[in-house]
């Protein structure tokens, strides 16, 4: 009996994988081709094969996992990273797919950290969907602990960063501010008491800054601060710039941001 158990797993086990690879070897000619024929490929073509990868999320979104959930996470966070970066395919036609992805990676795996931040800059920033970012955020914050998995306090800065910057809501990123910092307050590591301490100033700071340029230019800021890829820093120095502060680099390579003599 244990021993039928055991071969349906196995077998179960490869079937899946065997699945999976065929999806996959199905997917690389057709994203070699687009590698290659981005340059020239009609917008009535890119948009086709938007549409076809947006059914393929859907698919993803819906298939059961099979305790692959996880592998399925990753996976498709590859997939992101790939959509995301290809800067002349997305100049035509937009990040729009961003929520989409994130819809099954952080369905299948909440507690991948890493992801938010990209849930967060992909969506927001450049799909123009804050609204979107901040709810799959929310959702996924419900799978999340002040303890695990460590440093899930960023997921509130993110979301505060959103809130603030893109939906004009201050009373609500305060809030998410307080609650980074009640969280990272449960650590003792510096990262994390450091992380405690600006994220409560950032709150204290909000209740007296509800809008204008020193409040927007706090949010940029700490988009700067985080690890993100230099589309995005680039995005962030050009806003701080346009909201009359400057961003000025050390010898060392750190950043200081100079703040505009007057609120507007």
């Known amino acids: 009996m244990m021993f039928l158990i055991f071969r349906q797993a196995v077998i179960t086990h490869f079937l899946l994988c065997l699945c999976m690879l065929g999806v996959g070897l199905l997917q690389f000619p057709r994203m070699q081709?687009?590698?290659?024929?981005?340059?020239?490929?009609?917008?009535?073509?890119?948009?086709?094969?938007?549409?076809?990868?947006?059914?393929?999320?859907?698919?993803?979104?819906?298939?059961?996992?099979?305790?692959?959930?996880n592998l399925i996470a990753d996976w498709t966070y590859l997939g992101f990273v790939q959509y995301f970066g290809d800067d002349e395919v997305r100049d035509k036609t937009g990040y729009r797919l961003s929520p989409?992805?994130?819809?099954?990676?952080?369905?299948?795996?909440?507690?991948?950290?890493?992801?938010?931040?990209?849930?967060?800059?992909?969506?927001?920033?450049?799909?123009?969907?804050?609204e979107r970012s901040v709810e799959l955020t929310q959702r996924g914050l419900k799978s999340l602990s002040?303890?695990?998995?460590?440093?899930?306090?960023?997921?509130?800065?993110?979301?505060?960063?959103?809130?603030?910057?893109?939906?004009?809501?201050?009373?609500?990123?305060?809030?998410?501010?307080e609650m980074a910092a009640a969280w990272a307050k449960t650590h003792a590591d510096p990262e994390s008491q450091q992380v405690a301490f600006v994220s409560n100033q950032t709150a204290k700071f909000l209740t007296h800054h509800k809008s204008g340029n020193f409040a927007k230019i706090v949010g940029w800021t700490m988009i700067l601060n985080n690890k993100v890829d230099e589309k995005t820093r680039t995005r962030a120095i050009r806003e701080i710039k346009a909201l009359g502060g400057d961003v000025i680099t050390n010898s060392d390579g750190t950043t200081k941001i100079q703040l505009p003599k007057k609120d507007s």
């Open 100 to 130: 989409e992805f994130f819809e099954v990676i952080l369905g299948r795996d909440p507690r991948f950290l890493a992801a938010y931040l990209s849930l967060s800059t992909s969506t927001s920033i450049y799909a123009a969907m804050p």
């Open 33 to 69: 081709k687009l590698l290659y024929s981005n340059k020239t490929a009609s917008l009535e073509t890119l948009e086709k094969e938007i549409y076809s990868e947006k059914l393929r999320l859907n698919l993803l979104n819906k298939l059961p996992s099979f305790g692959y959930a």
């Open 146 to 177: 002040p303890q695990i998995p460590p440093k899930s306090y960023y997921v509130w800065r993110y979301k505060g960063v959103d809130e603030l910057l893109f939906l004009g809501n201050s009373t609500a990123s305060k809030q998410s501010f």
